[in-house]
Each structure stands twice: as C-alpha cells, then as structure tokens.
C-alpha cells in the first residue's frame, strides 16, 4: 500500500507529466485557454490514460512478455509501442463516441484537441514507463492514473493562470504566446520544488 502510494504522488506532483518531463505539452498549450474546457479534457486525459495503462499492462505481461512464450524464444516485446498505440486508439476512439453522444457541448469545445489524444505522448509515455519500470497491473494501474491526474492538476492551474492574464495589463512584445511560456515556465519551476520528496 505504501508503495502504491509513494508511485501515486511521485507521478501526479513530484514528476509531473507536463511540468517535470515535459510530455503532452500541445493539449496543455492548446486546450488551456478556459477552466472548464481544461477540465474536459483533463477529464477525457485521465479517464484514456487509467484504462490504456491497465490494457497495456493486460497485454504486455500476457501476450506480449508471455512466460510459456519467452521459454520457446518467441519475444514480442519488441511490438510494445505499435500495439500500445493501436490500444490507445481504439480507446480514444471509444471516449471521443462517449462525449460526442453525451456531451456535445464539451465535444464541440475540445475540438481538434481530442483525436489529438490519440498522439498525446503523454500517454504513451506512460504505458512505455510502467513496461521500463516493471509495473505490475495494479502498480501500472495506478501510475497511469495519477500521472493522468497531475496531468489534470496543471492544466486546470494553467487554465487558471491564462484566465487571470486576460484581465491584466500585460506589456506588447509579451502578450500571446510569450506570456502563456512564461507563465508554463514559472509552473514548472514551482512543480520542481516538489523534486527529492520521493
């Protein structure tokens, strides 16, 4: 229990996707213009990431590292990342049905953000982490979904931040982009007083 613990705020704070390992960083950009739409997607992020990490693991410790198969020399684990993205497709395809069926409104907002999921490396980069660190299912299970929720903490803390921006005078040669990195910049930096916790 403590070690699932130590995996879940490890991953959610102290090595956050976004702000530590600088993975997923086009939604986080892109989507983060308002609270709520951050949350969606945020939302729509941990929902793909839990439930890919869990078939990932499923897949890589049945089938793709399979004991009975290993003993006769056959090795599939090379087909780790295509399978993993055919398997984070599919899911992808599954919640973008879900809103769309569910909730329009939220559908609409995403827009191109939400097939874009299916190239989040961020969640790739999670079913390829719990394969190099051996997760188990549970462990991997739980990896996903706090990396998935810290992936979740700082885009609504953006979303947060770029809501404030609007309202303030900020100088011309800042305002746009500039100002967005900046303030990304300052989260980071935030996020890395976190680091040695764990």
């Given at each position: ?22 993975l ?12 709520e ?24 410790k ?10 006769k ?41 939400l ?40 885009i609504?803390?953006?979303?947060g ?19 967005v ?12 007083g976190?680091?040695?916790m764990?």
């Amino acid at each position: 229990m403590k070690t699932l613990l130590l995996i879940a705020i490890g991953s959610a704070i102290v090595n956050n996707v976004v702000l530590s390992q600088f993975l997923g960083i086009c939604p986080f950009l892109g989507v983060s213009k308002k609270t709520e739409t951050a949350a969606g997607m945020g939302g729509a992020v941990v929902f793909v990431i839990t439930i890919s990490s869990f078939v990932t693991a499923l897949i890589y410790k049945y089938i793709l590292a399979n004991s009975y198969l290993m003993s006769k020399g056959i090795d599939l684990t090379y087909l780790q990342t295509i399978v993993f993205i055919l398997v984070i497709a599919a899911l992808v395809q599954f919640v973008e049905m879900f809103l769309k069926k569910s909730m329009p409104a939220l559908y609409q907002s995403l827009g191109v953000y939400l097939p874009l999921i299916t190239t989040n490396c961020a969640v790739l980069g999670v079913a390829l982490t719990n394969v190099t660190k051996e997760y188990g299912i549970l462990e991997s299970v739980v990896n996903g979904f706090a990396t998935a929720f810290g992936f979740l903490i700082a885009i609504v803390l953006m979303a947060g931040v770029r809501e404030k921006i609007e309202y303030n005078d900020i100088p011309k040669p800042f305002q746009g982009t500039a100002i967005v990195l900046i303030s990304a910049c300052l989260m980071s930096i935030a996020f890395m007083g976190f680091s040695g916790m764990i």
